[in-house]
């Protein structure tokens, strides 16, 4: 039974709240308790359930979201659209599909065997710990040393030494900080994780009030058999719709899982897809200048020769292949020659790309070795065996080429062979000229002249602006001296190939007189076709499994998605590209979303490893977990029917619709979902599918789903192409926007163990209450870039919320304060005029997810706006106006309410209010009176410098005179109606440059730059408050406003007698140099 609030539950009554605990402690206690409190009202009263209604679509709203930083901004934005009049469905599930959970049982299971229960690990003797510790440190930077080719990498901290403190992670460790020991060994069954976690993540989530239906609540795989079904019904009509074919396709591949290693399965690399590139295949011809390094080639040769033994460089500009001049080899580096089955060949590449290749398919689904993943290494070498060796290079001007020092090659990308172009290549170019303009330096690894001296560049692309040799033509115009100028060779590189590939036409070879972009293609066919050449595929950038297995990308069977197929892409894009029919909240976020449609294409869809649901027609293969979770906002709608509360795992017994998950067929979700006849045998009560059926079209389309940015070029792309699938002939069912915020820091510095700034959600709440925790969240930041989550303002905000409860339930209850229209006075019309602009700013804040702008403008700007307002009152000797306490304590209870929920609820009750504060509509605000914001700006702006002037006046004086002024000087005059006229609703987007040729025709520079800042300073101010801002005369009087709040001024600057003077009118004798101090706007104290 849940909680009441007459009743305290079992956690109010444990949470001790000590008056006289350390500072914070009890205002942090305090609002605990009143958050519990209140989370037991909510759940008494389910305030968060949302049901279809009878009244029209126009009310819902349904969410859907990611992890704990992303779920603020779906919390947040939820409560804000309850307080809009919004139907509100916010529900929660717990994703448990792929192989994390598997993975990490079987690590446990592992260490329990090796072990026991509890385990005694090597490592708890001192000495065996230091041991592997060196062990790890010495093995990170020997493979340091190997991609690098620096044998004088130095030793140290791994980056998992410098995580954890130990660099060794257990399993058993891990769990030990989440469960009772006794209980961890239960946990090498995967299915054990998922019965124990979920339950606990809907507490931590009640505590951050995060308001979720949770009758709507699930967990996935075929542990859920109603969630099962819906998967496998999504997946037969995908079928149905040609969207999932069969098939070799190459996918990042972990050779240790035995099998595709999707984004939610990395531990490193997420985002990461295969990238193309082209081995070209260099003949290693008989050594020719008697070297002794070549004493293995030549036996090599002699066993191989006849079979053909290559190097194989990695390119992917196959058609500059005309201007061979050398390769090029890592001195240092370490190489392997290895057979070929599909060629009768030999190959020479690093281990890591040989690998690779052993995995990929050479033609006709048939793979360069006979045993997939395994390749036969007959010799290895290192780079310096290699160099000065003799080449046949295909499509080269030379009949033959060398092998050559680089010592910049990376050998973790592609095969740690570099061929040289020098003609379009920059860093190619300063390689060979520097071994040609320095004979000492080719002499360190004879490197003999003629290797070198007669290779000229070869010109082979024209280049518009560039000439024929646009490499060489960069690297002379950025001044480039040297192969170790990596930056200025970058720019060099990225511009030389991008205008090569795009504008470049070619000079040679059967494609002469051809743009590269169509020449391209058909050149590396064309080599291919020959023999010269081969395709190999390797991840764009490292990528871990979460068994710490390095991927490869393979070839493998597999079901995949076609997203790639035009009809389907150019749906998406259509979809995506208008603004009335999709929002991504940020130009970054929807440019990415563009480039993925543009990139993504076949999708390996199945695992044969990990938890999930088994494909229908073919249950050797498990759905992976990018590909069940596309549609899940759907399942949402009718999860409380099919599931309801408490009943995370699907037990049938549960059922609210007394529904079996064996009757869930095909027909049944195409009738609820598909909008097809009811099916006419089916087990289940007509009335309870024509309610799921209802839910569905209500709450359908989902109007924003949150998650982070790694998921736009997976995730949730992947939705939009499963949604315009699915409802292909209702593109109006599609989702309607998403938001991506960027990763989350904790003061300032990434999250660590080892820094101590690593939060876990519940444990933050302990430590700073969920409303201070929610209110530093919404203080993080919104955009697409990482957000800063501040310990400092968490605190702050304790203190701020305690500090407001306490003002706002005494002074809205307070007796004594002035009421009647009548009795308003300017600072009274000042604040509720402040309130009515926080109020609509605020608002456009929340509905553009701008949550940190919605914070400053919803609670800071009210505080300052507040805090003037009662030290006006309080130095005037007046009492506050009733009518603006009012409007502004119920403004700022409300607008606070989707950041600080329970402290809403709390003080909204406190001062007598009926209801709940979740449910109280948002605030009316009546329009923002721009005149009186500028009145107001104009006091403001004026008390600050009036501050200034005080304390340089004569010392003991206590009397002074205000100076204003209605007059600008005649230069000034000009340049307001210059800006008059050139105003249209906005000024020209040239309008400085417009201002400067204007003001250029006076002669006095010193009056142009003061022309230039008045109507600098002046177009900021007709952006805040329109253009009355340019008007000649000012629109209010200065002298009044003054005299109102005379006894303000007086007490703010400490002057027991002050007159206001208006210069227009008066016949006092003003000097001069007084007199050039005011202007309209700006007095002078006197």
């Known amino acids: 039974m849940a909680p009441t609030a007459d009743v305290p539950s079992a956690e109010m009554s444990n949470l001790s709240v000590n008056p006289t605990a350390p500072k914070g402690t009890a205002k942090r206690d305090a609002l605990r308790a009143n958050e519990i409190e209140i989370q037991a009202l909510w759940e008494q009263e389910r305030v968060f359930e949302a049901d279809a209604a009878d009244d029209g679509k126009d009310q819902q709203w349904p969410f859907a979201f990611g992890h704990a930083f992303s779920l603020t901004k779906s919390v947040f934005r939820a409560q804000f659209e309850r307080h809009m009049g919004k139907n509100v469905l916010f529900p929660f599930a717990f994703h448990c599909t792929g192989m994390p959970i598997q993975a990490a049982a079987n690590k446990l299971k592992g260490e329990i065997e090796a072990y026991g229960v509890p385990p005694k690990f090597p490592e708890e003797d001192p000495q065996v710990r230091a041991k592997m510790e060196a062990e790890l440190a010495e093995a990170a930077a020997a493979k340091a040393a190997k991609q690098t080719g620096d044998l004088k990498a130095k030793g140290g901290k791994t980056k998992l030494v410098s995580k954890t403190g130990t660099g060794i992670v257990r399993q058993w460790n891990i769990l030990a900080k989440m469960v009772p020991e006794e209980e961890i060994p239960r946990f090498v069954d995967a299915l054990y994780w998922l019965n124990y976690f979920p339950p606990i993540g809907v507490e931590h989530m009640k505590h951050f009030g995060a308001g979720v239906d949770w009758r709507r609540s699930f967990i996935t795989t075929f542990v859920n058999p109603y969630y099962d079904a819906f998967i496998r019904w999504q997946f037969n009509v995908l079928r149905e719709k040609g969207k999932i074919l069969f098939g070799k396709r190459n996918n990042v591949y972990s050779i240790v899982d035995g099998q595709v290693c999707a984004d939610h399965d990395r531990s490193e690399g997420e985002g990461v897809g295969p990238q193309e590139y082209v081995l070209i295949k260099l003949k290693v011809l008989q050594p020719d200048h008697g070297q002794a390094r070549h004493k293995k080639m030549e036996a090599l040769l002699e066993r191989f020769g006849d079979k053909g033994i290559y190097l194989v460089p990695a390119t992917l500009r196959p058609e500059t292949m005309y201007g061979q001049t050398n390769c090029f080899v890592l001195p240092e580096g370490e190489y392997g020659a290895y057979y070929i089955d599909a060629t009768d060949e030999v190959f020479i590449m690093s281990e890591r790309s040989a690998r690779g290749l052993s995995c990929q398919v050479h033609s006709d689904d048939k793979y360069f070795t006979k045993d997939f993943g395994k390749i036969e290494c007959l010799e290895k070498f290192t780079g310096n065996e290699l160099l000065g060796l003799p080449l046949k290079a295909p499509n080269a001007t030379y009949e033959k080429v060398y092998t050559l020092p680089l010592l910049t090659i990376k050998m973790d990308k592609g095969t740690g062979v570099v061929t040289s172009v020098p003609s379009d290549a920059p860093d190619d170019y300063m390689a060979l000229k520097t071994l040609q303009d320095k004979p000492d330096f080719a002499a360190k690894y004879d490197i003999t002249p003629d290797m070198v001296d007669n290779y000229k560049v070869v010109p082979i692309i024209e280049v518009e602006g560039y000439g024929d040799a646009s490499a060489v033509f960069m690297c002379e115009k950025l001044n480039i001296k040297s192969a170790n100028d990596r930056v200025k060779l970058a720019q060099a590189k990225d511009e030389t190939y991008l205008k090569g590939f795009t504008s470049g036409i070619m000079k040679v070879g059967p494609y002469a007189g051809q743009k590269v972009s169509d020449a391209k293609p058909k050149i590396k066919e064309s080599m291919i076709a020959a023999g010269q050449a081969h395709l190999y595929f390797e ?120 529904i079996d998950p064996a009757d869930l067929t095909d027909d049944v979700f195409n009738y609820i979902f598909r909008n097809t006849p009811m099916p006419a045998n089916t087990n289940i009560d007509p009335v309870v599918l024509d309610k799921c059926k209802k839910e569905f079209r209500y709450w359908y389309p989902m109007d924003l789903r949150v998650s982070a940015k790694d998921l736009i070029p997976n995730h949730l792309t992947m939705a939009l192409y499963n949604h315009a699938a699915i409802w292909d002939d209702e593109p109006e069912l599609w989702p309607k926007g ?118 400053q403008k919803g609670w800071y700007e009210m505080l300052l706006a507040r805090n003037e307002y009662r030290s006006f009152c309080h130095d005037s000797g007046i009492p506050m106006h009733r009518s603006a306490v009012t409007k502004w304590c119920e403004a700022i209870i409300v607008m606070i309410c989707p950041i600080c929920p329970h402290w809403s609820e709390k003080v909204w009750k406190e001062i007598g209010k009926a209801g709940h504060a979740i449910k109280a509509p948002w605030p009316v605000a009546e329009q923002e009176d721009k005149l009186l914001s500028r009145q107001a700006k104009f006091l403001r702006d004026n008390l600050k410098n009036l501050r200034q002037q005080v304390g340089k006046g004569p010392k003991g004086s206590n009397s002074a005179s205000l100076l204003v002024t209605d007059s600008y000087p005649e230069w000034k005059v000009n340049v307001l109606l210059m800006m008059q006229e050139k105003y249209d609703n906005g000024f020209p987007t040239d ?96």
């Open 738 to 855: 998403y938001y991506t915020n960027g990763h989350v820091l904790v003061d300032a510095e990434k999250m660590s163990k080892s820094k101590g700034n690593f939060l876990m959600m519940d444990e933050t709440i302990q430590n700073f209450s969920a409303d201070a925790t929610r209110f530093a969240c919404a203080d993080a930041g919104d955009s697409i870039e990482d957000a800063n989550f501040s310990r400092e303002t968490a605190d702050t905000a304790i203190v701020s919320l305690v500090n407001e409860d306490e003002w706002i339930t005494e002074t809205y209850l307070m007796e004594g304060m002035r009421s009647g229209e009548d009795s308003l006075n300017f600072m009274d019309r000042v604040l509720m005029n402040e309130t009515n602009r926080a109020i609509t700013e605020t608002a456009k804040c929340f509905s553009a997810m701008q949550f940190r702008e919605g914070l």
């Open 539 to 658: 991840p764009e950038s490292r990528v871990v499994s979460r068994t710490n297995d390095e991927c490869v990308v393979a070839a493998t069977d597999q079901w995949y998605l076609a997203y790639g197929e035009e009809s389907w892409t150019q749906a998406v894009k259509n979809h995506i590209l208008d603004e009335e029919k999709f929002n991504s909240y940020d130009p970054i976020a929807q440019a990415k979303y563009e480039y993925t449609v543009g990139w993504l294409k076949e999708w390996a869809c199945t695992r044969q490893f990990g938890l999930g649901t088994y494909l229908p027609w073919d249950n050797q293969w498990v759905i992976e977990s990018l590909s069940d979770s596309t549609i899940y906002m759907a399942y949402y709608t009718i999860a409380h029917i099919l599931q309801g509360e408490n009943n995370l795992n699907g037990e049938s017994s549960k059922s609210p619709g007394k």
């Open 991 to 1086: 309008f400085m440059q417009q201002l400067k040729a204007w003001c250029s025709n006076s002669s006095d520079k010193k009056l142009m730059k003061n022309m230039m800042q008045f109507a600098s300073f002046t177009k900021k101010e007709v952006e805040e408050v329109g253009p009355i801002a340019m008007e000649t005369t000012l629109p209010f009087d200065q002298k009044a406003i003054m005299e109102d709040c005379i006894a303000y001024f007086k007490s703010q600057l400490n002057l027991e007698n002050i007159d206001v003077v208006k210069l227009d009118d008066s016949t006092v004798a003003v000097p001069d140099r007084v007199r050039e101090n005011v202007v309209p706007g700006k007095s002078y104290l006197w």
